[in-house]
Structure formats: C-alpha cells, structure tokens
C-alpha cells in the first residue's frame, strides 16, 4: 500500500533557527515528490518539486533533500520567520497512477519570537 | 494569471442533502483534481479529470461524483451527506497529464450538520 508518513506531528521553534522536516515512503514505482506549504484555511503552496534523479533543490530559504534508495526525503528551513508558521506537506507521484498524489498528514510548525 | 478558483468558500448542508462544488482551472490547463482534507487527515485524493474525461478516481463511494466541462471548469458532486463529509475540498490544475506539479485552489470548507 503507498504510504507517507511525515515527522515531526508538530514543531514549535523560535525566529532565526533552523528546522528539518521528514518524510518517509513506500510509494513505487516512484516518480516525484513535492513539498508544500499550507496556510490554515488555504490550499496548498507548491515548494519544490523532486525526481528520482535529484539529491538536493533549494527554493530560497527552503531546502529539500531526496534518497530515492531509502525513500526518504526532507526539508530544511533556514534562519525561519514567523511568516513560516504554517503546515509542510509532503506529497509523493507514483508512476502508476497518473499525475494522483499520495499525501502525507504534514508537519505543523510555528514559529515564535 | 489568475489562479484556481475555487466556489463556493464555505458550504453549510444538512446531512442527507446534496453539495455541488465548483472549480474553474488555471487558463490553459486541461486536468482538474479533487482531494479531501479532512480534519487531521491528509490530503486524500478524490477524482482526476482531463479533457472532459474522468482518468483516476481515489477510494470514496459513487456518492462522490464529479465531471468537466468543455471550458475545463469541474464540479464536485456530493450525495446523500454524511457527517464525515464535513471537510476542506481543495481542487488543482496542470497541464495535461502534467507531471510539473500541479496548483492547488483555496478550497471550498463543507460543513454538514
């Protein structure tokens, strides 16, 4: 069964620190992975986009890293704003299904003074 | 360039009622894309649509049922409502059978009381 799994649940950091988020698979046969951002009571916000052959894409302060081999993928948030509270959702394409996303439940950050 | 739109905003039904949902795509793109957000859920994909026809359908009852029009435009159908329905119904669009990702509207939040 094609699964996401993403941790942490929540995380709480203060302004100006670092983060990473993770996400974990069994999606195969896989074809991308993506990251996005959602505001509470918005749709979601395309970060970026990952295939099987990227290991690293940076989107301004947002970072994600992909190992096709053990499925995992993150995403690292530098120097963090408050502007960043918001729920980080991974979302990982098979090959199979067409262009359906199988979505994890998300990470919900806030950030603080 | 305008966005997905997504209509109405907020939904308030009776159980056993029908809800009808609209989304108008990004100009120019073909497949439209249905997914439920359920409180505490994931993203669980709906219904998929491109060129008029419906390509991928998740695991949700006939009672969920949807099509696309000539401009593109889709419309979510719900029958006979049920409590769990209550959820935020998110709609994308891409390109045909595009694999770039996809731009996700604000949603329509389905209350069914």
């Known amino acids: 069964k094609n699964q996401v799994e993403q941790s942490p649940q929540s995380l709480i950091i203060l302004e100006g620190k670092n983060c990473t988020l993770q996400c974990n698979y069994t999606v195969s046969p896989f074809s991308n992975l993506r990251w996005y951002k959602q505001d509470t009571g918005r749709g979601p916000v395309s970060l970026t986009i990952m295939t099987f052959s990227e290991n690293t894409k940076s989107n301004g302060r947002y970072t994600a890293t992909l190992d096709a081999d053990t499925k995992q993928s993150s995403l690292h948030i530098t120097a963090s704003q408050l502007s960043d509270s918001a729920s980080y959702i991974c979302g990982v394409n098979g090959t199979g299904g067409g262009n359906k996303l199988t979505f994890g439940t998300g990470t919900q950050l806030k950030v603080e003074l | 360039e305008a966005g997905v739109t997504q209509s109405p905003t907020h939904l308030i039904k009776t159980r056993g009622q029908q809800a009808t949902l609209r989304c108008s795509p990004i100009?120019?793109?073909?497949?439209v894309y249905w997914y439920q957000q359920a409180l505490g859920l994931g993203l669980q994909f709906l219904l998929w649509?491109?060129?008029?026809?419906?390509?991928n359908r998740g695991n949700f009852p006939p009672r969920f049922s949807g099509r696309q029009f000539p401009n593109y435009s889709s419309e979510l159908n719900v029958n006979a409502l049920e409590l769990e329905d209550s959820a935020l119904y998110l709609c994308?669009?891409?390109?045909?059978?595009?694999?770039?990702?996809?731009?996700f509207g604000s949603g329509t939040r389905l209350t069914v009381v």
């Open positions: 649509y491109d060129e008029g026809e419906e390509r």
């Open positions: 994308a669009s891409s390109l045909s059978w595009g694999q770039n990702g996809y731009t």
């Open positions: 100009s120019g793109h073909t497949s």
